[in-house]
């Protein structure tokens, strides 16, 4: 099989379609972007007519489905909303669904009522923690009525033993988990031990990343240090690899901070990324039970105008870690918002790895001057340098933090910041939306091998209750072109979404709302039309003609059953 018959045709459009875009890059400006439309638009009608969508809600009330956490060796997903905490199978989260009813105590109702909180919204046991303990058990923590509580839920050992109870009294969450359920809480266990980035009091004025759980002392960032944390929220935290030596690794917090300037204004919204390391036990004269390898760094997700102005989308809303054999191939993304008074917008910005570790072994922020203003530290750092974990690659002679010299705990005390900040991946967004009706909330990505080379996949969840699903197309100008092959209506009273996750072994996404939880496939190769230049000008990763129909890709060049392809995938 030739070209595909008609195919020169429809990639004339196609071709200027692009061209028009780049032009229009130059002559508006960010600001005035055309919005791409979809390829593809499928109601949520079109989607519960299919065999490639499943939806899942305890009731119609909002429930706040926002935590949800993945078992891919036991086909489970655990998850958290409010007084429930839910056990679905990942093939098919409708069938056999297990359920825990935990709700906040009728007291800690009632006082949270008196002390003037919202009924519907605050006073329930908001499941904002949930953590694999071991093979047989979860970690879990609520909001419980605005005061927080933690409990072992016995999962079972296997799956088909249908095992899904609390196996615990309830202990104190302070720590552990937000009293707001409307406040962010992010949490990773390791070891044994959570850490968690919330706020420790109930007036939330305390914020805090917290080591809890453990046999060893629990240790937390410096208390009311703004230099540390300055009224932050907390997007997600993540364990990642730094070299061959385990103790090496550190764990990261992404989270967006309100800055304030000398006279105790309220200034900007920067996205952060802090990180430190699992072993840290505190310092032995100063930083008693605090990090001593607490520092941080500014993420900027930003377009630069051709008048020279820089167009800043500053609020981290949520990140996807897309993993690689080597850990500095690491690849962060995050969507952003902006906070501009000027315009609406959204963002999707893509981070190696390998820069976030440079801007880390790079100059420390240093405050001098008449007017305190920041520059590169230029004075004698002390050894061994601040940030470093204790027993790695660098440190095999140092055991714990306690045995760090003081100049080094003194020096991370009052230099907690990098002075370099880090950029995105050709320090431009990978994706850009302004004037459109939505805007951006959650980020998934799959590598996907095409039968034209390798893409990533983007799945995006808008505010509006779709999920968008997005490649990029490589761009010599000042953006990257991208093409939004599908939207995909998936809650029908278009409520935010407020999580993804992906099964890249299932195929399938899971997304989130305040009313439930839904499933879909990543790909809908038959939705393209039923004609070879349908298929191929889609541009969909997942699809390719077959020879037959427009039809799942398989990189082996055979699909399950068959034999071969019956002609020459092509792509345009």
Known sequence: MGRPEGSAAGGAPLLLASALLSLSLFSTGVRGLPQPLPRVFLSFEDLQASESFEHFSISEKAMDYRILQ?????????????????????????????????PASPSKIEECQLAGKDPTHGCGNFIRVVQPYNRTHLFMCGSGAYSPVCVYVNRGRRPEEQVFHLDSRTESGKGRCSFNPQVNTASVMINQELFSGMYIDFMGTDAAIFRSLTKRNAVRTDQHNSKWLSEPIFIDAHLIPDGTDPNDAKLYFFFRERLTDNSGNTKNIHTMVARVCPSDIGGQRSLVNKWTTFLKARMVCSVLEDDGTETHFDELENVFLLEADQPKALLVFGVFTSTSSVFKGSAVCVYNMADILTVFNGPFAH??????????????????????????AFTPDIHTTKEFPDDVV????????MFNPIYPAGRR?????????????????????????????????????????VIVLPSNRSLHQDLILEELEVFKDQAPVTNLRISSKKQQLYVSSEFGVSQVSLH???????????????????????????????????????????GVIQHL
């Open 367 to 392: 405050r001098e001057g008449p007017n305190f203003q920041w520059a590169a530290f230029q004075g004698r750092i002390p050894y061994p340098r601040p940030g470093t974990c204790p027993g790695g």
């Open 410 to 417: 003194t020096f991370v005390r009052n230099h907690p910041v």
């Open 70 to 102: 993945m078992d891919e060796d036991q086909d489970r997903m655990y998850v958290g909303c409010k007084d429930h905490v839910l056990s679905m199978d990942i093939n098919n989260i409708t069938l056999g669904a297990l359920k825990v009813f935990w």
């Open 429 to 469: 967004p990978l994706v850009v939306r302004t004037n459109a009706d939505y805007k951006y909330t959650s980020v998934a990505v799959d590598q996907v091998a095409a039968a034209d080379g390798n893409y990533q996949v983007l799945f995006l969840g808008t505010d509006k209750g779709t999920v968008q699903k």
């Open 524 to 566: 809908r190769c038959d939705a393209y039309g039923s004609a070879c230049a349908d298929c191929c000008l889609a541009r969909d990763p997942y699809c390719a003609w077959d020879g037959l129909s427009c039809s799942r890709f398989y990189p082996t060049g055979k699909r399950y059953g068959e034999t071969g392809f019956g």
